[in-house]
């Protein structure tokens, strides 16, 4: 399935694997996952996670951004549905992402082989629990092979630092991690927040827009992996402006709106926790 110049991921088993979803009510019964893979010239990367995500999906959905690349036909060969973002960024695409999905639970995870499809059952557990609306992959929590090599990723790790404290200590949470690309929400949470963000601090305005609006946010570890080919395209010094801007407003400035769907999708968890027992 690979040339020799192209490196696989590090997770990518060579043994058989679990595929099967924690839910052990009727097939009928269980909310439709879909997962959504945004894509920028991956074409060297997209097949490992695209075979492995699938044994998860009811939808499995490629949003990419004009690459160059073979990456779409990659997509499509592989039995994703492939559409084009508007060529303003990562957090464009999630937002695309979650208008074009059908299902009720919506599964983000990296093109790049930086997340191994394999945690999808546990990112979804709390959700098909009924415990949560939203669950973020911590790699606090699970590890990562890219926080610490390089200065630019000590800069990134530290701002993404204070920008979770500063959350756990105005909303009397205890976060680990607020930037992680790999998450599980449920779409009627996902459209409720109204995202606005064009690029990757998508991440951070999701967590922060979901604890202020009173929604239940569990994270799970996960690990992060180095991407398998290409070169990180994130450039610290284009964006961190952005970052602070998007971080300050989200959290002091954006007020959450009134939630007239709150009750039935409290209500729907219930449901869903009753129909997994
Ligand atoms: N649709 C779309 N996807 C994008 C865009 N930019 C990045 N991506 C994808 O989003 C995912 C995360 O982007 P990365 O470039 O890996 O960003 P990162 O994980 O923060 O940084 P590195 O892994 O260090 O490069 C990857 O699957 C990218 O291909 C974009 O403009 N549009
Ligand atoms: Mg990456």
Same mark, same amino acid.
């Given at each position: ?56 999906? %009811?939808? $499995?959905?490629?949003? !990419? /951004? ?5 990456? *779409?036909? &990659?997509? @499509? ?26 299902? %009720?639970? $919506?599964?983000?995870? !990296? /093109? ?5 499809? *394999?945690? &999808?059952? @546990? ?155």
């Amino acid at each position: 399935m690979t040339t020799p110049s192209i490196r696989l991921p590090a997770w990518y088993p060579q043994a058989p694997r679990v595929t099967t979803l924690p839910w052990s009510g009727t097939d009928t019964d269980r909310p439709r996952i879909s997962v959504i893979v945004p894509t920028r010239n991956e074409e060297a990367n997209l097949r490992p996670v695209l075979e492995l995500a699938a044994a998860y999906a %009811d939808e $499995l959905l490629v949003v !990419d /951004g004009h690459s160059t690349d073979a990456t *779409r036909e &990659i997509a @499509a060969a592989m039995g994703a549905r492939v559409i084009l973002d508007d060529g303003r960024g990562k957090g464009a695409a999630i937002r695309r992402g979650i208008q074009e999905s059908t299902g %009720d639970i $919506l599964v983000f995870i !990296d /093109g790049d082989g930086s997340h191994d499809p *394999r945690d &999808i059952p @546990a990112l979804v557990a709390p959700i098909l629990a009924g415990e949560a609306d939203h669950v973020s992959g911590s790699r606090m929590l699970g590890g990562s092979d890219e926080l610490h090599a390089t200065f630019s990723q000590f800069i990134r790790l530290f701002g993404s630092q204070v920008i979770t404290l500063s959350v756990n200590y105005t909303q009397n949470v205890r976060l680990t991690d607020c930037q992680n690309g790999f998450r599980a929400i449920r779409r009627e949470v996902a459209l409720a927040l109204d995202l606005r963000e064009n690029i990757t601090t998508i991440e951070q305005e999701m967590v922060i827009k979901t604890v202020r609006s009173g929604y239940r946010l569990v994270e799970v570890p996960t690990h992060e992996y180095v991407r398998a080919n290409g070169e990180s395209r994130f450039r610290v010094r284009d964006v961190w402006w952005r970052y602070i801007a998007s971080w300050l407003y989200y959290l002091f400035i954006w007020r959450p709106k009134r939630r007239p769907g709150r009750q039935a999708l409290l209500k729907a968890s219930e449901d869903t926790a009753r129909c997994s027992q």
